[in-house]
């Protein structure tokens, strides 16, 4: 008989509701779901839930996998603590919805959700902690780098490079051969047909520069 994974969610909101949805699909549920900025978790799971920073060190070491539940625009939060929970020897998931179709040529780091519908055609190449929302797509020798989020219906074309902790608005259409900046931000709807430099927020069709992206992190969570 095969041993069920003993998986801790990092956020509960509602990437937490969807990533529990997909891990039913292979067999497996969260055992413990942590989020320091909720009371309680608003969908129905079996998992043992924490706000307290306290329970967070407990549920490492009572866990064997991990996935980061931290949508928007976080990619680089993700990305940092799934190093952390790396090195407390925890496995980082990946998960890709069965709705989704990635060519047998593409590869995916660890961390990587994949939602229903989504393309990801032949010889990408994706770092860890990516998000790829429904209907996107990514054509063929795109090189994507970690904690990317691409959002719903947005369209990658040919050998496009997106630095890491790039978002990628909903609806959105890079050309072929573009270059997306580390932390660079497309506005949903917008088509960029130029490179678009690391920090900067760009929107429109054409895209135009619009302001540069400053957010802060803090990276204290244990």
Sequence with gaps: MKLKKKILLYGGKSTALIVSDMLKEIGENPKFVFDEYIN????????KFSNKKKDLNFYIKNSTHFFICI?????????????????????????KSKFAI????????????IMPNVVIHKYVKIGNDCYFNVNSVVD??????NGVHVMGSSYIA?????????????????????????NAIVGAG?????NVKPNEIVFGNPAKFYKKNQKKYNFNIT
């Design 40 to 47: 309680k978790i608003e969908f129905k799971t079996k998992a």
């Design 158 to 182: 040919g050998r496009v490079k997106i630095d890491d902790y790039a978002s990628i608005g909903a609806n959105a259409t890079i050309l072929p051969d573009i270059k997306i900046g580390k």
């Design 71 to 95: 949508g928007m625009m976080d990619g680089k939060l993700r990305n940092f603590i799934s190093k952390l929970f790396i090195k407390k020897k925890l496995k980082q998931l990946s998960l």
């Design 190 to 194: 917008s088509v960029v047909t130029k």
């Design 140 to 145: 063929h020798e795109c090189e994507i780098g």
């Design 102 to 113: 990635v060519d047998k040529t593409a590869n995916y780091g660890g961390g990587t959700l």
